[in-house]
């Protein structure tokens, strides 16, 4: 009964900046996991980064490494994905994920997901 929404997509230019939001609703555990995964245009789903809410274990695609960070908000309920030095390739539907139970942390492996938010990242 989790339920996931995203924000804070839009456009942005190369080398810049964007924060996305995932606003979180139903209860979580501490064994439970949060992702950020995106889909760019004409390419499959693809994992970003991860974290798990009981804290201390986090994970980052190598392309995004160095430039996202993954983090949350537990007060507001809220997981954020703050991005640096964005490139064109970046460019994706961003989606939020939960997995509510222990397990391997994946596209296919994923319990939810928001509806997505469009990040676009212009040259």
């Known amino acids: 009964q989790v339920q996931l929404v995203e924000s804070g997509g839009g456009l942005a230019q190369a080398g810049g900046s964007l924060r996305l939001s995932c606003a979180v609703s139903g209860r979580m555990f501490s064994s439970s996991s949060m992702g950020w995964f995106r889909q760019p245009p004409g390419k499959e789903r693809e994992f970003v980064a991860t974290f798990r809410w009981s804290g201390g274990i986090t994970d980052y695609a190598d392309s995004v490494k160095g430039r996202f960070t993954i983090s949350r908000d537990n007060a507001k309920n809220m997981v954020y994905l703050q991005m640096y030095s964005l490139k064109p390739e970046d460019t994706a539907v961003y989606y939020c994920?939960?997995?509510?139970?222990?397990?391997?942390?994946?596209?296919?492996?994923?319990?939810?997901w928001g509806k997505g938010t469009l990040v676009t990242v212009s040259s």
């Open positions: 994920a939960a997995k509510t139970s222990l397990g391997r942390i994946g596209v296919r492996y994923m319990d939810y």
